[in-house]
């Protein structure tokens, strides 16, 4: 366990803005950042972090927390392992306590993976750089491909030696369970034995956002016949290849910095461009590229840039991938090497100011790209034409802006030399061919053909007149905000004379609020608000500030997830307003008068509540003395609450 001191000193170091910018593209919106949301698809950004309140928060999907919660939702981690990566990000030593045994056993599977992949992957660079073997076969293979040695060591390559048992005996000796080393795909279970998956290979870890490896990619080295030169990981807990990018741990920082990705295909490509300075490369690792691999880099980036090497057969067969990341709304360019050439080989055999003249020089729109290409082949054919009018029109249809659409459209025409409204009554019926698919596939799928006797009619959720989960919210953003502002209440007392006399004190907001509960005896119905107000009044009781990093970095997920989604505002202030002498009255302007109406706002619907119950109980007995005390009781609470409603300027009826 995780010592109380390094948890705080985690969290004190660890800026949400920078945790968050690791993984999302932020843009700076006054006080605050902006992105896209990485939890659910958004074109319009709603994501928004809050550098001063320590908190990030989504109005679209509502998913909030702070630094070590963003880290827990979005790499799926245990608060511990957010914790580490935390420490490891900022450089902090973690101290933990000794386990105990059966707290030893509870370590998360995923967990044991990732140690694992670790562990086996310094064993493999240890096998690279200092094994006879690793240096002859493995090194020098690497240094053939002029590889530096910083930069082998960067990518964290190794070698697995020709032998169909050595990393896995190694891995068992250590500790390891055989079935952590089959489920990450490292070894192959033959009943009686384990072997190594990549014996005889080059090995390049595999790393996701955070930079934990989630799988391997190895290379064979010998000549053997009917074996795959290239061997990945299988899939596993860890290892999704549909929704990983090699090199993104590497890149994700440059393609912001650049507003570019490049995207290639190999493990060498994005080493070679990355020794030749250019480290916003990505590889698809060979895959089909998949939506989930576009809208990992669309975190970072709308601009994508592809790289092809001379191959026009393998470009064709990638216009489906393209197509899917025109769909996304990002902006796609093509980057076509000479005959021979593959951005490795490309980045080796030139300076990196030669290559990044090159590709700035040949970086052409994808759409301008695929016309020219295509219609070099219709050259007197009509209805090869006619194709390759459709499947242009098709690649356009997919991009959502209607605007840039148009622009395409009138584009292309000129190209091809064709009207420009025929392209666009062509585009037009696509459009509405696949709206009319969607709607049906849609239909077909949520609202599925019943049999008319088993139809039930399902009445709408009626809204409980009495529900005080809006009030509680209110009341504690208030105790959260501004709990440790004084204000000057208004109260009447009787004097010694037994006559009634205003007068004015000063008291905490924090104080103010739990004295009125605490009079009326009233406990939140919402048990994460009960949970937050029970904290406060410790801080009450003990009359010192509010810490509010304690509820913002509470142990407790669930508080930590209504205090940032309590303390968040889509809303900013422009400094306009106060440069033009424009003066907006806020809600702090007069805090007495706002938190008393919610006070009695929350009365009333707790009244109201009892009033029903009583009148139920008084239907429901015959008994004449227990009728005329519930009579009395309901009376009161009647007279109450009109004095509520009068307070509020609401109507009321006796």
Known sequence: MIKKDTIQTIIETARVEEVVGDFVSLKRRGVNYIGLCPFHNEKTPSFTVSPSKGIYKCFGCGKAGNSVNFVMEHEHYSYPEALKYLADKYGIEVEEEQRSEEQQKQIDERESMFALNSFISKYFQQSLFESDEGQSVGLSYLKERSFLESTIKKFQLGYAFNQWEAYSEYALKNGYPKEVLVSTGLSIDKGDRLIDRFKGRVIFPIHNLTGKIIGFGGRILSSEKNTAKYLNSPESDIYNKSKSLYGIFFARNEIVKKDSCFLVEGYTDVISMHQAGIENVVASSGTSLTVDQIKLIKRYTPNITILYDGDTAGIKASFRGIDLILAQG??????????????????RSHTSTEMERFLSDEAADFITFKTRLLLQ???GDPVAKAALINEIVESISQIPDPIIR???????GAVMDLPEQTLMNALNRLIRERYKKQRNDYVAEEIPVQEEERFE???PKELDPYDTEEHESQ???FMLLYGNEVIQVNEKILDEADQVQDVEREISVMEYIVENLDEDDIEFAVPVLQKILSHVKG????????????FINHTDREVAEATANLLATPYELSENWQKNQIYVKLESDDLQQSIMAVLL???SKIIGKEMKKILDQMKATNDLSESEVLQNRYTFLKKVSADIDRELNRPFNY
């Open 601 to 603: 706002s929350l009365r």
């Open 330 to 347: 990002m902006n796609v360019k093509i980057v076509l090497f000479p005959d021979g050439e593959d951005p490795d080989s490309y980045a």
């Open 475 to 477: 009341l504690t953003r």
């Open 406 to 412: 148009t622009v395409y459209i009138k584009e292309c």
């Open 377 to 379: 082949e219709t050259k």
């Open 457 to 459: 009619h399902v009445k």
């Open 539 to 550: 801080f009450a009781a003990q009359h010192i500030a509010i810490d509010l990093s304690e």
